[in-house]
């Protein structure tokens, strides 16, 4: 990914994509004291930026460190990016790190760096798997509690559980993987929030120990628009029997319908075909955002 042609916005200048390097002795690289954003350019508007940039900073907080740069700076950081890509659709990546002066654990004097980058990115799954419903194994790995990580930043850190869930699913020849939290209730998968439909309202479990993606809130808001139910609640492995459509949001995925999760069989429904089109009407600015 590191040869390329293309520009990456790192501190403030904009480099070669070929010379946007860190040192081996950096902090984040040994200690994953690193946070990172996934958004997405329609139409070349990015959208819902200001949520994206605000949760970097906010990611970044969690983990004891501050940027120096406003939200409003790295909203135009993105922009900058952006139009210099040239792409009218594109995947962006903003990413913070706490920088080599100090290799010991406690932090010292790293100072934070940040990083934007931007690439072309169809859909994240096939599109012939996105219209018949992914199948998910169920991870071996699980959702650590909010006492054990600060699992609401979107910190580097909390990956490693993801990659590694994601690494397993696939050698099984699944598409991706349905992960519980540390209780055993059902949580998210490796990169996306999970929803279920049973009797025409939506279920999704009460985010309070992973992300609660931006695409999960405009979800949930795009159903209510529409006037269908929205439960946030928890939700065990023994629900999933009874649901008759689930699907994924996340910027990245986008809107994913799924087929199966572990032994559990979904069907591709008409909540999950319309809340699908609603997003991609709302991301290219068909309809309007508030
Ligand atoms: N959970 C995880 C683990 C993710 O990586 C993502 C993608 N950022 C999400 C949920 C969905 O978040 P969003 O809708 O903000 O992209």
């Not at 999960?216 to 006037?227: F, N, P, S, W, Y």
């Amino acid at each position: 990914f590191d040869d390329r042609d293309g520009l990456i916005w790192l501190d403030g200048k904009m480099v070669d994509w070929r010379d946007a390097k860190v040192h081996v002795l950096t902090h984040a690289l040994h200690y994953a004291s690193s946070v990172f954003e996934g958004q997405r350019a329609y139409n070349k508007r990015i959208f819902k930026l200001n949520e994206h940039s605000e949760r970097l900073r906010n990611s970044a907080s969690l983990l004891g460190f501050e940027l120096p740069w406003s939200v409003e700076e790295i909203n135009a950081a993105c922009i900058e990016v952006l139009e210099a890509s040239g792409f009218t659709d594109a995947y962006m990546r903003p990413v913070a790190w706490r920088g080599s002066e100090s290799m010991g654990v406690a932090p010292g004097k790293t100072r934070p760096h940040l990083a934007i980058a931007a690439w072309e990115w169809g859909k994240y799954y096939d599109p012939r798997l996105s219209e018949n419903g992914i199948r998910l194994d169920i991870a071996p790995w699980r959702r650590p509690a909010p006492y054990t990580a600060p699992t609401a930043s979107k910190a580097s850190g909390l990956y490693m559980i993801c990659t590694l869930s994601k690494q397993h699913a696939e050698a099984r020849g699944f598409n991706d993987a349905l992960m519980f939290d540390w209780r055993g209730r059902v949580a998210e998968a490796t990169g996306a929030n999970a929803f279920f439909v049973r009797d025409n309202v939506l279920h999704t479990p009460t985010p309070d120990c992973f992300l609660d993606g931006i695409t999960r809130r405009t979800v949930i808001d795009l159903a209510q628009r529409r006037g269908i139910e929205v439960q946030e609640r928890p939700i065990w492995p023994e629900e999933l029997e009874s649901f008759e459509q689930m699907f994924l949001t996340g910027t990245a995925v986008e809107i994913t319908p799924v087929q199966s999760a572990g032994p559990w069989n979904f069907e591709v429904g008409d909540i999950t075909r319309q809340l699908s089109k609603d997003y991609d009407d709302l991301v290219n600015g068909r309809i309007p955002n508030d």
